[in-house]
C-alpha cells in the first residue's frame, strides 16, 4: 500500500509562475525524497530532506518538511515547459532496517507556455 | 551511458505465457530494487538485492514472480503464467553501497502488456 498522498493529483499553470504540491505520510521517516517522472519513463531523483532538517532548496526547488504533520511540500519557481511532469514524494522508512522507497500517487504538473 | 538500463523497454503478452525483464544496474551499486507502477499510481516496492542476496521481498510479489541477481550485477525479474493484472510498468533500480541516504537511481522501466 502507498504511503500517502500528494495533493493535487494535478495542477495546470503558465510558465513563469511558481507550483507549489504537497505530499502527505503515515509512518514515521528517515528521510523524504521527491522524483520527477515523464511521460511514461523513469524516475528522476531531484532532492532529498532529511527528517532532522525543515527547509532545503536546490536551484528553483525549495522543499519543506514538517514532522509534525507528517508532510512535505516541494516549490518550484519560474516555472518552464519542460517542468511539466508527474512528481512524486518517497519515503524511507525507520522500521527495521527496511531498504524500500514508499512513493505517493503523486502529482501531474502541467505548464502552458 | 553509464545509467541503470533495462530490456526490453516494452513487452507485450497473451494471458499465461511466462516473461522475463532484465535491469542492469550502475556499474559498481551493489544494490538493487524492482518496483512495479500501474497507471496513475506511483511505484510500488516488489523486491530488494544487496550483491547477490534477495534480502526484502513485498507481499506483492506472488508466487508467479520471482527475481534473481545469480552475480550480484545484472538481476531478472520473471512472471509466470502472466495475468492482465500484472499489466504495468516494472521499474529497476540501484544505488551504490556506503551512501548515507537511500537516494536510488532508476532505469526507464519496462512496459508490460498482458492481453
Known amino acids: 500500500s502507498q504511503q500517502g498522498e500528494e495533493d493535487p493529483q494535478a495542477l495546470s499553470i503558465q510558465e513563469g509562475e511558481n507550483a507549489t504540491m504537497n505530499c502527505s505520510y503515515k509512518?514515521?521517516?528517515?528521510?523524504l525524497q521527491w522524483y520527477r517522472q515523464n511521460s511514461g519513463r523513469g524516475l528522476v531523483h531531484l532532492i532529498l530532506?532529511?527528517?532532522?532538517?525543515r527547509e532545503k532548496h536546490s536551484g528553483r526547488l525549495r522543499v519543506t518538511l514538517d514532522t509534525s504533520k507528517k508532510s512535505s511540500s516541494l516549490l518550484i519557481t519560474a516555472s518552464r515547459a519542460a517542468d511539466t511532469a508527474s512528481y512524486f514524494c518517497?519515503?524511507?522508512?525507520?522500521?527495521?532496517?527496511?531498504?524500500?522507497?514508499?512513493f505517493g500517487k503523486g502529482t501531474k504538473l502541467t505548464v502552458n507556455p | 551511458d553509464t545509467g541503470v538500463s533495462q530490456d526490453p523497454r516494452h513487452k507485450i503478452t497473451k494471458r499465461g505465457q511466462n516473461v522475463t525483464f532484465r535491469c542492469d544496474p550502475i556499474?559498481?551499486?551493489?544494490?538493487l530494487y524492482w518496483y512495479r507502477q500501474t497507471l496513475g499510481q506511483g511505484p510500488e516496492f516488489l523486491t530488494y538485492?544487496?550483491?547477490?542476496?534477495?534480502?526484502?521481498k513485498s507481499r506483492l510479489l506472488s508466487d508467479r514472480f520471482s527475481a534473481e541477481r545469480p552475480k550480484g550485477s545484472f538481476s531478472t525479474l520473471e512472471i509466470q503464467r502472466t495475468e492482465q493484472g500484472d499489466s504495468a510498468m516494472y521499474l529497476c533500480?540501484?544505488?551504490?553501497?556506503?551512501?548515507?541516504?537511500?537516494?536510488?537511481?532508476f532505469g526507464p522501466g519496462t512496459r508490460l502488456t498482458v492481453l
Open positions: 530532506i532529511r527528517s532532522n532538517e
Open positions: 509512518t514515521s521517516i528517515n528521510n
Open positions: 538485492f544487496q550483491n547477490e542476496a534477495q534480502l526484502e
Open positions: 556499474s559498481e551499486h551493489n544494490r
Open positions: 533500480a540501484s544505488r551504490p553501497q556506503g551512501a548515507k541516504v537511500n537516494e536510488q537511481f
Open positions: 518517497a519515503t524511507a522508512l525507520t522500521q527495521g532496517g527496511s531498504e524500500k522507497l514508499v
